[in-house]
């Protein structure tokens, strides 16, 4: 009987810190953390729920420093959908990476200006939606569409950057590349947990 109830113990007080974990990333996620708190908070819930997408993510190359600039890695995945990194992609995803507290000449700045000089695996853009993903899990429903949509906004304007000015001049819509398109389904299915 006492086996049974310290095991009851330890499984009650197990599920008590993944509630924390959770509880932790939520608040920063709700209250406009920085994303250098998000990544810390993102990071301790990893560190118990899916030690091995932590691992993943670390193999990748991302430090605690550079964590920022990885939960922006969609956006250059935009940025490179057709191949090459043009100048206004490359100032759009700066631009949004200011706005979002990544600083000029911290090493997530420096990391993100790496990443769209030389293109990213696959690998780390594939790492990167997973952690974005379980980031997003513990939020209610509502909230969580509502981050995606941001993303999926975020990621628009990178590729609508890009855009032909003739395109634009002409009412042929935003200029937005059928590559770009492509990569913009994929990153929105794979957040939303549907299939790329």
Known sequence: MTKGFMGDREKALEE?????????LLDKLRHGASLDEIAIALRDKLQVDNPELLASAR?????????????LAPLVQVAWAEGKVGKHERE???????????ASGT??????????EQRP???????ALD???AGFDV??????????????HACHEVAAGSGSEIARLL???DGVSGSEETVMGTIEARLRGRAG
């Open 16 to 24: 008590s810190y993944f509630r924390q974990q959770d509880a932790k």
């Open 59 to 71: 193999e990748s190359g991302v430090t605690a420093e550079t964590a920022p600039a990885f939960l």
């Open 92 to 102: 759009a995803v700066l631009r949004l990476a200011h706005d979002r507290g990544v």
């Open 107 to 116: 090493p997530a700045h420096d990391q993100l200006l790496s990443w769209l």
């Open 121 to 127: 695996s696959d690998t780390l853009f594939d790492t």
């Open 131 to 133: 952690v974005i993903k």
């Open 139 to 152: 939020l209610p429903h509502v909230e969580r569409e509502e981050r995606i949509e941001r993303i999926v």
């Open 171 to 173: 009412g042929l819509g």
